[in-house]
């Protein structure tokens, strides 16, 4: 079982998922790669950065680290993806696009943008005084590649992977995709240092960082992606817990109110402006499909912040 | 401050939300209130029920005890109801309506209906050898009146309460509603010894038993409910967490996808039928939206059953 290591060289970079690209290395089943990743602004944000920095920068995708081709690998195998460790470099950033370009769950309500940039310790981090976001790193876009002729873009979350999202994919975690080119092709990025259920605003803490990985063929067959998560599984932070459930006529509906309750509930409870509390809504709060057969659909979220 | 009692007596029962029932009891703001309640099926399942029992059920809707007048509560005031204690009778039934109906979040996919009796013991109770549902009883369906004219169904949650299925809503819990009638007029019914998130058969471990509740004035106001939940947050069980994430164009098909790919899962797992195995995700299997904002959106599935 060997170790390897990817740097962030462009080299190592791509900014879409592509069949027809060249894998930048070769592992046997069972190695370790140990992947060095840009952020998902492509590291053109500076501390500090304004509404502006982030209009202005120019990325064709997400900077995806690889493709990790993985010997022996054949269509139809599963892979497992064992995450061992992610680690931040200190730096964060969460964003809201300017201007109602329909990203993020509900952009027609916040058309000023915002950018906030994180210092980050070892277990949490400050967004205003008082409010601390405990840190729970992850990859939030990782797989291999799609079969179909490319390239892909790297938004959405596909059978094989992707932009995945899922905030319990932490260190200890394992991520099962079904492959269906011969290596796989693993590609990782878009690593954040804490994430809320839905990353509603369209963005985490957005950080670079390094992610260690090992990739294995896994014995059972899945159509889909599934996982083995790490948990866990309270909602993040030492505060009491908190809830709002928002009801509709669809699970998206409900998903709507749920969260325009609870931008409402953290501005109440923690005196923060509406915009500051939908960045800690997709940073730090938990969604849970409460029920979906009653006609009426309730979500609720969570969260257990404390000031 | 009183303690009050309200039998399943038929005189304490209705089947639909109405403005102009007449409260059977009247408190003040801090009394604590305990129902009596019947469960789902109105009391007409016999131990051993079977599919035709469920269909010969003949009940206007959910049986909801109350309701109960809060003294000088006004239209616009905060109710604050905190669940205190909720204990069941050591039995229960989890149904799958037979017919493609439309209830439940796979109708088409269960057409032949199901019914399974539960022996509650304290802490859990065995679904099949080997799988033990950790019980977690609270109240289905709870809320105080709308203000329009009824009757209204009992089915659907509104601002004011009613159906919400919010598993969190355990002993330990407040909830808040908003009230719309002089005397919020506060019922309850549909207990529950156990509930995935979602309820996605139509039914959870439905169960008679008994709700003590305080009921009291809140100094803040609500739009809709909110809740300071109980807990517990980490998947139900004490077998190791596995997950599978579901992905759509929106979060309704995303939710059916992680539940299609967790009944495979469970069947692949344990060993049961797949109509056992959606039964069990309506009792045991916790939904997050994991993004909501990636153009394909996931929602994932977790379960940590034993066997």
Redesign the interface.
């Known amino acids: 079982m060997a170790d390897h290591h990817l740097s962030r060289d462009p080299a190592h970079l791509h900014y879409d998922w592509d069949r027809s690209r060249d894998p930048v290395a070769t592992v046997d089943p069972g190695d370790t790669v140990r992947f060095e990743c840009r952020d998902a602004a492509d590291g053109q944000l500076p501390e500090g950065a304004t509404v502006d920095d982030v209009e202005a920068v120019d990325a064709p995708g997400h900077a995806m680290t690889g493709p990790v081709e993985i010997a022996g690998l054949e269509p139809d195998d599963t892979l497992a993806v064992d995450v061992l460790d992610v680690a931040h470099e200190g730096v964060g950033w969460t964003w809201v696009y300017p201007g109602e370009v329909g990203?993020?769950?509900l952009p027609e309500e916040f058309p000023e943008g915002a950018v906030h940039t994180w210092e980050l310790a070892d277990g949490s981090a400050t967004f205003v005084d008082g409010i601390e976001v405990p840190l729970a790193p992850f990859p939030g876009n990782l797989g291999v590649v799609p079969a179909a002729e490319g390239p892909h873009?790297t938004?959405?979350?596909?059978?094989v992977g992707g932009?995945?999202?899922?905030?319990?994919l932490a260190a200890g975690s394992t991520l099962y995709l079904p492959v269906e080119v011969a290596g796989g092709l693993f590609s990782v990025g878009d690593l954040h240092g804490a994430q809320g259920?839905?990353?509603?605003?369209?963005t985490a803490i957005e950080i670079p960082g390094t992610v260690t990985v090992r990739l294995r063929r896994a014995d059972?067959a899945v159509?889909?992606?599934?996982?083995?998560?790490a948990?866990?599984?309270?909602?993040a932070g030492d505060g009491?817990?908190?809830?709002?459930?928002?009801?509709g006529d669809?699970?998206?509906e409900a998903?709507r109110?749920a969260v325009r309750?609870m931008v409402?509930?953290l501005v109440?409870r923690h005196g923060i402006s509406r915009l500051e509390a939908y960045m800690l809504c997709s940073v730090a709060v938990?969604?849970?499909?409460?029920?979906?057969?009653?006609?009426?659909v309730?979500?609720?979220a969570?969260v257990a912040l404390a000031r």
């Open positions: 990203a993020g769950l873009s938004t959405p979350p596909r059978r932009n995945l999202d899922v905030k319990h259920d839905g990353e509603v605003c369209i059972r159509d889909a992606p599934e996982l083995d998560p948990g866990p599984y309270a909602p009491p817990v908190t809830a709002t459930t928002g009801l669809d699970v998206d998903t109110e309750a409402a509930r109440e938990d969604l849970k499909v409460s029920e979906v057969v009653n006609d009426t309730a979500v609720t969570y």
